[in-house]
């Protein structure tokens, strides 16, 4: 699904920074992938990559057999089709409706109106906010929003979802039950790559784990915990 090789990305400015240093990874389809590190070791850079939102300095990069090097720009948003994003900060559409802010996504994609309006509601229902289509997102708990980010990362069927620290402003309870749906709607076949600094869900889950620091993989484990 996800394939990296030789990848470094180093930002230059005032200063030059390393953020990943000849990365080489491979993830299957179907895996659940926690991205896990110090601040600072390169998690958010890594996503950022494989969402192509930026390019690596060197080394190639294939996301579903497809080179985002060689990716043109016109064909970028065709590509971003296929994935779901779930930030750490929501990103919702405040003047929007839950309804609307996952309509949106489908809207984006050209559904057809009859689909978006059987779909919506089947979605939002899976995450567990029918009771909410009509709310804003300024009147829902941030599990709750965080519920309306899910249901939008999903509502397209897309191959694979990409969190960044999707559960970082939760409490422990609601984190537990956004990890929740993460992992049923990795049952169901989607690749789930997600950065976290949550130490318990990480050790409680035993998933694959893949630590960075400074840039580099320093531990690949297939059932791991947050640390060595
Ligand atoms: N746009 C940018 N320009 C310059 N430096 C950047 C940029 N983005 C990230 N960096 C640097 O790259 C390194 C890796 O940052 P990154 O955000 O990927 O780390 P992280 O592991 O996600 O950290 P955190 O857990 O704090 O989110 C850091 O030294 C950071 O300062």
């Not at 965080?146 to 249901?151: E, K, M, T």
């Not at 320093?218 to 060595?228: F, L």
Request: hydrophobic fraction near 40%; include cysteine.
């Amino acid at each position: 699904m996800i394939q990296l090789f030789n990848v470094s990305k180093t930002y230059e400015g005032e200063v030059k920074v390393e953020a990943l240093r000849d990365i080489n990874l491979h993830i299957k389809r179907g895996e659940f992938v926690f991205l896990v590190g110090p601040s600072g070791a390169g998690k958010s850079t890594l996503t950022r990559l494989m969402i192509r939102e930026e390019l690596p300095s060197k080394g190639q990069i294939l996301v579903d057999n497809r080179s985002l090097l060689r990716m043109k720009e016109r064909e970028v948003p065709y590509f971003r089709r296929k994935i779901g994003f779930i930030f750490q900060d929501f990103r919702l559409l405040m003047e929007r409706t839950v309804y609307e802010n996952v309509a949106f996504a489908m809207e984006a994609i050209e559904a057809p109106s009859s689909e978006v309006r059987e779909r919506v509601p089947a979605v939002l229902e899976l995450v567990g906010l029918k009771d909410k289509l009509s709310a804003y997102p300024h009147q829902l708990s941030g599990g709750q929003q965080q519920r309306v980010c899910i249901a939008r990362a999903i509502v397209n069927n897309p191959l694979l979802i990409i969190a960044d620290e999707p559960t970082g402003n939760l409490d422990p309870d609601t984190s537990w039950e956004i990890m929740n749906l993460l992992l049923a709607i990795n049952k169901r076949g989607t690749t789930i790559v997600t950065a976290t600094h949550d130490k318990e869900m990480v050790d409680r889950i035993k998933r694959r784990v893949i630590a960075l620091q400074n840039g580099r993989i320093v531990r690949d484990e297939e059932r791991g915990g947050y640390q060595a």
